[in-house]
């Protein structure tokens, strides 16, 4: 079962794990991987701010991927990324799921994907 919820801070390194992943490293408008004492207080920042909204999408409990939405004024950049074991498996269904959380967060906010 697909479930999505607000990120924690326990979350923060599983969220450094999939921002260094190869193929997240490849598509990031941040060339390289990042290290943790760049990625801890970033990460901090995110999950505090006003201007900033992350989600865990999970099957079956498991953490399957990310969304986040960088808030700026009426407009939000969104940023996901599924982890590695879950790409490529047809999963329609958290392709629905993540639509929807984009559907409710995104409430009045002209959204860039």
């Known amino acids: 079962m697909l ?3 607000k990120a924690r ?3 923060m390194q599983q969220f450094f794990d999939w921002r260094n992943d190869p ?3 490849a598509a990031s408008f941040t060339p390289g991987k990042i ?3 760049d990625h801890e207080p970033w990460f901090m920042r995110k999950l505090s701010g006003d201007d ?3 989600y865990v999408v999970e099957h079956d ?3 399957a991927g990310q969304v986040r939405f960088d808030i700026e004024g009426s407009r939000a950049t969104i940023n996901y990324s599924l982890d590695a074991a879950f790409r490529g498996r047809q999963l ?3 392709k629905r799921r993540i639509q929807r959380v984009v559907d409710r967060r995104a409430g009045s906010l002209d ?3």
Request: with cysteine; aromatic share 0%.
């Open 3 to 5: 479930s999505v919820r």
């Open 9 to 11: 801070e326990s979350d």
């Open 23 to 25: 193929a997240v490293v």
């Open 35 to 37: 290290a943790m004492s």
């Open 52 to 54: 900033c909204s992350l």
């Open 61 to 63: 409990s498991t953490p």
């Open 92 to 94: 329609a269904a958290a």
């Open 111 to 113: 959204v860039e994907a």
